[in-house]
């Protein structure tokens, strides 16, 4: 048997276009037009006021460590990559989302909570990832 | 309350052993604590009406293999507290006359995985789509996700995470069914094999075969029948659900669902924290007790780490909790919940191994999934 491959995505219609902005370089949420709230995960409604008037704008790929752990166990297709970091990060509009930091160490002193990261795109399946690395480090 | 709507549970048992069981299926686990709860209740399945459980197998299938015609069926599948869920459930459909007696059944081979359920997700799940493709591995890696922000924003220690282990330990060390019996320091529990960092090996719960199930009926049915052991009461429960993904929770700090099914709970059973007497709260890793500790209001924010350090959960303490070892250290099938409810109803009756003195009111706190949906059940000695 082969060894696994990494878990790829399957865009459903909904989420569709977060995964074609993530093929463009640009991470794209929803916006509440009626509330101005934003939303993550892409879904049909607004789960604060109910709308049904979500728009897709822009984020501007940064981010900051809200919280993580370092894994010493490889999930399917990771065993190159232990020990690896599996983050959940937030984005300036106040939405998270689980993702993995790249050109860093996985060592906690390097991963003080709150540093500022910037996203960058990995191909994967038919899709981009969305990853994050430090925001200072070279592009 | 009348004893036509005070509910007791009059049956409860687990399976013969726990651990590494391959010579027992996944129905057969169910169908072995079944049969020693009904056993317990003096019962047999034509005392039967009513069949609550998780899949796999699900409430069909465990009242065709007992041979019960029921009226009502639960399936509600909410992980691991599914079963306080269906406790709450099987109460008010015997306050509705839809059931008499209600049997909830729990059998998982977590370990040997003989005819359980397999982990795979859709790549079109929202799970698929926004948490699998970063190689997380199962709950190690997703339910730990939360705890740095939380040590982090309330002061609390990797050594205070490190007590909640140790804590436990002592009681399990009193428990001879308990799988992991020797006592450890805060050093043992650090130095163990790093898991998921901060998570070293003995912060997360054991992995193991089993089951237990409950028989839920009236005290008016219960006295009726002349039952010899001390009835359980139920004084009050609650539920709530959170988000179906850990990292969509609103606040990674706190699970609302823990907080808003003991509010609930506490306000139906009449009770405040100092009529609870032993405590069991869901222990899939170090940091959920710590979690529920605050959520349900027994201390105050950031002072669960402390608290647990001080020896008020450990054998002594004022607030005895996890007594059975927890997931950690006696048990952990999977869904554990079960157990956790198994504890409270030993140590109400007096039949615990490490029994606490004087166990008028137990309190239980369930989680299910990756502080995903969240129950509570206030047990009690006398009915309300």
Sequence with gaps: MPPPTKPAPVPTPETLPFWEGCAAGELRIQRCTSCGKHVFYPRPACPHCYSTDLEWVVSDGTATLHSYVISHRAGPGFAEEVPYVIAIVELPEGVRMMTNLVQVEADPEQLPLDMPLRVVFEPRGDVHLPLFAPAGSAA | MSAKDDIVIIGAAETDQLGKLPHLSTLSLHLEGARNALADAGMTPADIDGIATVQTPGPVSIAHALGVEATWLDGTGVGGTSFLFHVR???????????????????????SRVDAPGWGRSPQSLNGQFEAPYGVFGPPTAFTLTALRYMKDTGTTLEQLAEVAVAQRRWANKNPRALMQDLVTVDDVLNSKMIAWPFTLLMCCLVTDGGGSLVVTTREKAEARGYDKPLVHLLGAGEAADSPMVSQMPDLTSFGAFKRSSAA??????????DVDHLMIYDAFAHVPIYGLEDAGFVGRGEAGAFVAEGNTSPGGKLPMNTNGGGMSYTHTGMYGM?????????????????????????VMGNGGMFMAGATLVLGKSPR
């Design chain 2, 265 to 274: 709970a506490f306000a139906e059973a009449g009770i405040t924290h100092s």
């Design chain 2, 89 to 111: 459930h099987a109460a008010a459909a015997i306050r509705a006359g839809l059931a008499g007696t209600v049997l909830i059944t729990h059998g998982e081979s977590g370990r």
């Design chain 2, 339 to 363: 157990f956790a409810i198994q504890e409270a109803v030993r140590q109400v009756r007096g039949e615990a191994a490490a029994q606490v003195e004087g166990v008028e009111r137990s309190v």
